[in-house]
């Protein structure tokens, strides 16, 4: 394939990160923010000027299109995936986004706030990146190529597809989403609408790298029920929760166990937000294990310690309700190994080389897979996400929209060769 031109996916990409659409955990509407939809509404337009077809903005603030297939022959609908909305944690208001051009090497010093500083030291992979262009922020808030870069790729990519119609494919599915961010991507996704047989959600990382792995995650809340009386009269008769909460967080292992002392396969009990008084206490924890297996186990761990506090504290109780969040999609995803075979193929056609990867968190795929739509991730080159620090290469934005190009190629390709 010849070098995919920047103009299809650059100056999309810089102007869809100049909207705000940060999401809010807080919100009790869907979208959670309403100016999450100001990226949408200009999607959809876009899309329709690209010449899709049923292009339609939803009631729940989801964008779906379709680029019809141009085979004969039956390929799987393969869909297209990406969210516009931007993490919490940092603001994504006036976003002032700066071209590196060349990157020799060294810092990179942002200008707004020359605190900020992408160091190889702790960005390794920018030791790849000599000669590339580089995209970051000015330093004063995230850039949002979570997952804007996503956005413009496939976009990127339909519009090579429109203008090279023969290159061949079968139906092409788009989708995005909103409050990705937040754990409700796909709260109102209706997969058997969507119409797609599998899906990829480009949403990943470093260049090369296909996740079909997340979390098994679930919350745990803890309530610790204790004995209150007028504190000038409680001896003997107070039993204070809070001072049971400090004792539950004292029973957790300090080397262990923890998002700060974990890695790669290990997963962890965090315990994130705590609540109460003397007479109720609660402890929010995030449970996280790559498999069913060890999950149980770290909740097995926490009961325990709730039981063994109840038994030391009586009549104080402590105790433990059990909210299943995710589970890990290759579960499913191995059940149609094609999906990320094709994938991995795919990443290889465009001269880099495809390597498996693992995402410790959560994605719209991972759910997904579990509502009948397999859904591995593809990795858009974006780096920091969540941060002041983010960057992607515009080299590595090529290789995704290149990917993506040959992914529905590859499905057209291994769909006519099994009728033969």
Not at 294 to 312: M, P, T
Request: proline share 5%.
């Amino acid at each position: 394939m010849e070098t995919i031109s920047t103009r299809l996916f650059l100056d999309r990409f810089l102007s869809y990160v100049k909207i705000d659409t940060q999401s809010n955990p807080k919100s009790t509407t869907y979208p959670s923010t309403e100016k999450q939809l100001n990226l949408s509404r200009k999607l959809t337009e876009e899309l329709k000027e690209l010449g899709m077809q049923d292009v339609e903005l939803t009631k729940d603030g989801y964008v779906f299109a379709t680029l019809p297939a141009n085979v004969d022959h039956q390929v799987p609908v393969i869909g297209l995936i990406a969210h516009v909305d931007t993490a919490p944690d940092v603001t994504g208001k006036d976003v002032n986004p700066i071209i590196h051009k060349n990157y020799q090497g060294g810092d990179i010093v942002l200008p707004k706030d020359p605190s900020v500083v992408i160091s190889p030291d702790d960005n390794p992979d920018l030791n790849e990146m000599t000669g590339f262009d580089i995209i970051t922020t000015d330093g004063t808030t995230l850039l949002g190529a979570d997952n804007k870069a996503g956005v413009a790729e496939i976009m990127g990519a339909l519009q090579y597809l429109k203008e090279n119609p023969g290159l061949k494919h079968g139906k092409i599915r788009i989708a995005f989403t909103v409050d990705e961010e937040i754990g409700a991507g796909v709260d109102h996704f209706d997969v058997e609408y969507f119409g797609a047989s599998y899906a990829y959600t480009i949403d990943g990382s470093a260049a090369g790298e296909i996740e079909d792995e997340t979390f098994c995650a679930d919350s745990a809340t803890i309530k610790i029920y204790g004995v209150n009386v007028h504190p000038g009269y409680a001896k003997n008769k107070m039993i204070n929760g809070v001072k049971i909460a400090a004792e539950f967080i004292d029973h957790l292992p300090k080397d262990s166990l923890s998002p700060e002392t974990t890695e790669g396969r290990e997963g962890y009990v965090h315990p994130n937000v705590i609540n109460g008084n003397v007479e109720l206490t609660t402890i929010e924890f995030i449970v996280r294990d790559f498999t069913m297996e060890g999950l149980k186990e770290k909740e097995v761990f926490l009961q325990n310690i709730c039981d063994d506090l109840s038994k030391k504290h009586h009549p104080a109780r402590v105790e433990m309700e059990i909210k299943e969040y995710y589970r890990n999609m290759k579960y499913k995803i191995d059940e149609h190994p094609e999906v990320v075979e094709y994938a991995m193929e795919a990443v290889n056609r465009s001269g880099i080389k495809a390597r498996k990867g693992l995402i410790r968190g959560g994605t719209d795929g991972a759910r997904l897979s579990y509502m009948g739509l397999p859904t591995p991730n593809v990795f858009t080159g974006g780096h920091n996400f969540h941060s002041k620090k983010e960057w992607v290469a515009i080299q590595d934005m090529q290789k995704t929209v290149e990917t993506i190009v040959n992914l529905v190629q590859i499905w057209a390709e291994k769909s006519e060769a099994a009728k033969h």
